[in-house]
């Protein structure tokens, strides 16, 4: 039997699923428009920047995007062309592809980072009390682990 959703319910999901969207939608767009960057190569990068010595297999890559390694191909090629990526062979492993982020990525990083927070900070931190965020990241990881959990 459907357990349809109640008022206040449907209000709430509503404004949820639409400031998600709306969200998300003009992060990306900011980052954009900003930094000439798409969302998922900042991403990426990031992802790398953080990585030790900014080296990830492509297959991890897929794993923390939650993209498939096709995607993740397609992206890490684009990357390469703007020499901010490069591919390496993985030791011992013919068929296993590292991503190295290169001293250029890591610069065109560096200039769209300041962005990206900006937009993040204005869109988002700023719209809500400090304790708004601080229950936002609460219900947050609560839905993440339920989410990763069912996976």
Not at 16 to 44: H, K, V
Not at 95 to 123: C, F, K, N, Y
Request: hydrophobic share 40%; proline share 4%; charged share 30%.
């Amino acid at each position: 039997m459907t357990r349809w959703l109640n008022d206040d319910e449907q209000r709430s999901w509503r404004a949820f699923a639409q400031a998600s969207r709306l969200l998300i939608d003009r992060l990306d767009r900011d980052l954009q428009n900003e930094a000439g960057m798409p969302p998922t190569y900042y991403e990426l990068l990031v992802l790398l920047s953080e990585a030790p010595q900014r080296t990830l297999r492509m297959s991890e890559l897929a794993r923390w995007t939650r993209s498939k390694p096709s995607r993740i191909s397609h992206a890490v090629n684009k990357l390469e062309q703007s020499g901010w990526v490069r591919r390496e062979h993985c030791e011992g492993d013919r068929r296993g592809w590292l991503a190295v982020l290169t001293d250029e990525g890591l610069a065109a990083l560096q200039v769209a980072a300041p962005i990206h927070v900006e937009s993040v900070r204005t869109r988002l931190v700023d719209a809500l009390t400090p304790e708004q965020f601080r229950q936002l990241g609460e219900i947050s990881q609560v839905l993440l682990d339920h989410l990763t959990k069912s996976d």
